[in-house]
Nanobody
Framework: QVRLVESGGGLVQAGGSLRLSCTTS????????AGWYRQVPGKQREMVAQ???????NYADFVKGRFTISRDYSRNTVYLEMNTLKPEDTAVYYC???????????????????WGQGTQVTVSS
């Protein structure tokens, strides 16, 4: 079963940087559109950044100028570069992606919307 695999979370001091990565668990699945979301206990999950197949990017106001979403087609990976981190950025970050999966030898594909398992980002003051 295809999964999204995230990495890159951790503990960083305020003002520091982290880069999150999101890729698929199998080579037969390709990310078409993707986004990063975050959630803290007791609050709803919120959108952080999105990127579509044409490279168009959309950011939440609270990360504009600090975070950058990008993708590497050759690695089938989406990144979230986070700079000038603040304590209020502390959350579990989730990757969400529409994935195109090859389902047979003729190359037929099926689309799936997947969520990653989440990666903890903690920013200390």
């Amino acid at each position: 079963q295809v999964r999204l695999v995230e990495s890159g979370g951790g503990l960083v001091q305020a003002g520091g940087s982290l880069r999150l990565s999101c890729t698929t668990s199998t080579a037969s699945a390709s990310i078409t559109t993707a986004g990063w979301y975050r959630q803290v206990p007791g609050k709803q999950r919120e959108m952080v950044a999105q990127i579509n197949g044409a490279g168009f990017r959309n950011y939440a106001d609270f990360v504009k100028g600090r975070f950058t979403i990008s993708r590497d087609y050759s690695r089938n990976t989406v990144y979230l570069e986070m700079n000038t981190l603040k304590p209020e950025d502390t959350a579990v970050y989730y990757c969400n992606a529409r994935v195109s999966i090859v389902v047979n030898v003729e190359g037929a594909t099926a689309n799936r919307d997947l969520w990653g398992q989440g990666t903890q980002v903690t920013v200390s003051s």
